[in-house]
């Protein structure tokens, strides 16, 4: 997957070291419900369309962003579904990451769904009882953001989510 360029340069003076990083997953839905999941090229894992939020861009923007650039489908943001943290990440070339997890739900507004990077190897519709196996965390945003009292979840809310 593409590193973006600010993090490049931050590696260039950090090295390996840890980096906390804003990502965004963007759960999309259809107006028949059904949600759309890509399927990484780099570990052939289905998942949310998902990216890191850009210096000085807004969380909604990125999720739009992402979704376009990956999927070639057009959204917009309802709401945030939720905020939690991944558990840190250690990449196989050695650098280290933990990422701010925003989750987003999105409304599909046009485009036909197709792989519309390197990123990823597919690009599919599902329907919410037919998904295939997706990381926990994907899972867990899919339920927040499908969630019908629309309120934002948070880890350790002392709500019950």
Not at 16 to 34: E, F, I
Not at 73 to 99: L, M
């Amino acid at each position: 997957m593409p590193t973006p360029d600010f993090i490049l340069t931050l590696r260039d003076m950090i090295g390996v070291h840890p980096l906390w990083l804003p990502g965004v997953k963007a759960v999309v839905t259809d107006d028949g419900g059904r949600l759309l999941l890509v399927r990484r090229a780099d570990n052939g894992r289905w998942t949310v369309p998902a990216g890191i939020v850009e210096p000085g861009e807004e969380p909604a923007t990125t999720a739009v962003r992402e979704v376009l650039e990956e999927t070639g489908v057009r959204v917009e943001v309802t709401h945030v579904a939720g905020v939690g943290t991944t558990s840190p990440v250690v990449y196989p070339n050695g650098d280290h990451a933990q990422y701010l997890d925003v989750v987003m739900a999105c409304t599909y507004v046009s485009g036909e769904a197709r792989v519309n990077d390197d990123e990823n190897l597919e690009v599919s519709w599902f329907s919410p009882d037919e998904l295939p196996e997706l990381p926990p965390l994907h899972r867990r945003a899919i339920e927040w953001a499908v969630d019908p009292a629309r309120r934002a979840h948070f880890v350790g809310d002392t709500h019950g989510s």
